[in-house]
């Protein structure tokens, strides 16, 4: 058998794939799918603080409070620069991204949602070698729950 010419054999695994962001909906706002999302970032995090004690080596972990970001970046449509951003003062009142089971083996699917979400910077992104322009929006969020 022939070996691979950087010297490294693959195991390719050809019974499943893993999600893919083919079959995944993106809904911010009122709840009507996005239209031509590039990319998406998700971030949910919450603050920890290490407290130890004097003459004792025993950490003891304290969480704050939970916070997110998203990233969202997408062509710019039919209706101009930053329209599906344009709500009263900033409020999104929930965001989702939803993964639903593809072709090719992946049968899972997944939803996260995001509640007490705000705007919180808006951006453009114009490029020479690209003919497109896209917008996109970094949001805030209170909450994430996973199902």
Known sequence: MA???FSYDNNVK???QVASSDFARISVGTGARNSLVQSMDVRYQQQIEEIT???DTQIYWLPGRPQGRIGV???VGSNGFFSDWKTPCGKINIASVRVQGGRCGFNGSGLL???GAVVEGLNAQMS???QTIAQGADIRVASMRAS
């Open 53 to 55: 004690q004097v003459g």
């Open 3 to 5: 070996q691979d010419v």
């Open 128 to 130: 020479a070698g690209r």
């Open 14 to 16: 050809t019974d499943g």
């Open 113 to 115: 949602t995001f509640e």
């Open 73 to 75: 970046q997408s062509l």
